[in-house]
């Protein structure tokens, strides 16, 4: 059970990593944060939640045996958390997309923040659990 709660921890580190890093590549195709300028500390929060999502849309295939051949859920999961999130930004006016960022037809969401905790969530789990 100790080398499960380590597999979390080492998940949790991956994806705050990843999102670290996908927070700072796509940052340019947003025009602001409430109102305002788009900075490290935003980007290194935002990091920190979606990290945290993560780790609760993986700990059912850490804990779980019988889930573990079925982890590519967590694609879907996390897309569809992701749309939940954009949506609620967008028309809450937490945040605003630019011109350059490629929207999805029908939804009206941004492109990466969509498929962002899916595969980053999919991938740091693979590493570190299979």
């Given amino acids: 059970m100790a080398t499960n709660y380590r597999k979390v921890w ?7 990593f990843l999102n670290f890093i996908w927070e700072n590549a ?16 935003i980007l290194l929060r935002a990091s920190v939640v ?21 982890s590519w859920i967590i694609v879907p999961i996390g897309v569809l958390i992701a749309i939940i999130i954009e949506l609620y930004a967008l028309r809450t006016g937490r945040w605003a997309y630019n ?3 490629p ?8 492109l990466t923040p969509t498929i ?5 969530g999919y991938l740091s789990y693979r590493r570190i659990v299979e």
């Fill in 99 to 101: 011109e350059y960022m």
């Fill in 116 to 120: 962002q905790l899916g595969l980053l």
């Fill in 26 to 41: 796509h940052s340019y195709l947003y025009t602001d944060y409430k109102d305002g300028r788009i900075n490290e500390t």
């Fill in 50 to 70: 979606d990290a945290i999502i993560i780790i609760f849309m993986t700990l059912p295939f850490v804990f779980i045996e019988r889930l573990r051949n079925e």
């Fill in 10 to 16: 080492l998940i949790f580190v991956l994806s705050l």
């Fill in 103 to 110: 929207l999805i037809p029908i939804l009206s969401v941004g």
